[in-house]
T-cell receptor
C-alpha cells in the first residue's frame, strides 16, 4: 500500500508562534487530505480537510495547503495557544477507499505558555 | 446521539486469554473500522466492514477476528492474546461517501 510520511514527529513552540506540519504521499490518485487532532487521552477528531481541486483551505487559526505537483500537504496553525497541544495526524484515502484512511505517524505538538 | 461507543475502556489480559471489544454507532453509518494505536506508528487499520455481514482485512489483521452481525455493531476479537497486542484500540465509523471518520473513545488493552 501507499504510505504517507509525516514530519516532524515532535514540535515545540512558544505560545503565539506558528506551527507547520508537513505530509508527503506518493499515490497520484489521492484526492482527499484530512487532518485529525488527538488530545491527550482522547479520541482523534477531524479538524480540517482539503480536496484535490483546491490549493488551500482556512478555518480561523488553522489552514491546510496542498501541492499536488510535489505531492505534499501541510497543516498551518497560527497564533498557537496551549490548548493546541496535541498529537496531529495527516491522512489520505486508503487503498480501494471504502472510506478507508491511511494515517501518518503523527506529530506531537507542544505549545509552551 | 452518542456517536461511536466502545466497551470496555480498559482491560488487562494474561497471555493466551481471549476477549471481545465492542463498538456501537448510532449514526446509521455503513462503514466501520478497527485501528490500533502504538507510539510513533500512528493509527493502523486492523479490519474494516463496508456493511452488515461483511468484513475485510486491513493493514495488520493477524491475531484478530471481527464480526458485523448488526449494522450498528462491530466486534473485534482476540482469540489468544499476546504481549505484542498491548495497545490502544480505536473504532471508527463513516458514511463512506466522504472519508470523514468518527472515532470512539478507545480501549486501552494490556497483555501481560
Amino acid at each position: 500500500g501507499e504510505n504517507v510520511e509525516q514530519h516532524p514527529s515532535t514540535l515545540s513552540v512558544q505560545e503565539g508562534d506558528s506551527a507547520v506540519i508537513k505530509c508527503t504521499y506518493s499515490d497520484s490518485a489521492s484526492n482527499y487530505f484530512p487532518w485529525y487532532k488527538q488530545e491527550l487521552g482522547k479520541r482523534p477528531q477531524l479538524i480540517i480537510d482539503i480536496r484535490s481541486n483546491v490549493g488551500e483551505k482556512k478555518d480561523q487559526r488553522i489552514a491546510v495547503t496542498l501541492n499536488k505537483t510535489a505531492k505534499h500537504f501541510s497543516l498551518h496553525i497560527t497564533e498557537t495557544q496551549p490548548e493546541d497541544s496535541a498529537v496531529y495526524f495527516c491522512a489520505r484515502p486508503g487503498d480501494g477507499s471504502y472510506g478507508k484512511l491511511t494515517f501518518g505517524q503523527g506529530t506531537i505538538l507542544t505549545v509552551h505558555p | 446521539n452518542a456517536g461511536v461507543t466502545q466497551t470496555p475502556k480498559f482491560r488487562v489480559l494474561k497471555t493466551g486469554q481471549s476477549m471481545t471489544l465492542l463498538c456501537a454507532q448510532d449514526m446509521n453509518h455503513e462503514y466501520m473500522y478497527w485501528y490500533r494505536q502504538d507510539p510513533g506508528m500512528g493509527l493502523r487499520l486492523i479490519h474494516y466492514s463496508v456493511g452488515e455481514g461483511t468484513t475485510a482485512k486491513g493493514e495488520v489483521p493477524d491475531g484478530y477476528n471481527v464480526s458485523r452481525l448488526k449494522k450498528q455493531n462491530f466486534l473485534l476479537g482476540l482469540e489468544s492474546a499476546a504481549p505484542s497486542q498491548t495497545s490502544v484500540y480505536f473504532c471508527a465509523s463513516s458514511t463512506g461517501r466522504r472519508n470523514i471518520q468518527y472515532f470512539g473513545a478507545g480501549t486501552r488493552l494490556s497483555v501481560l
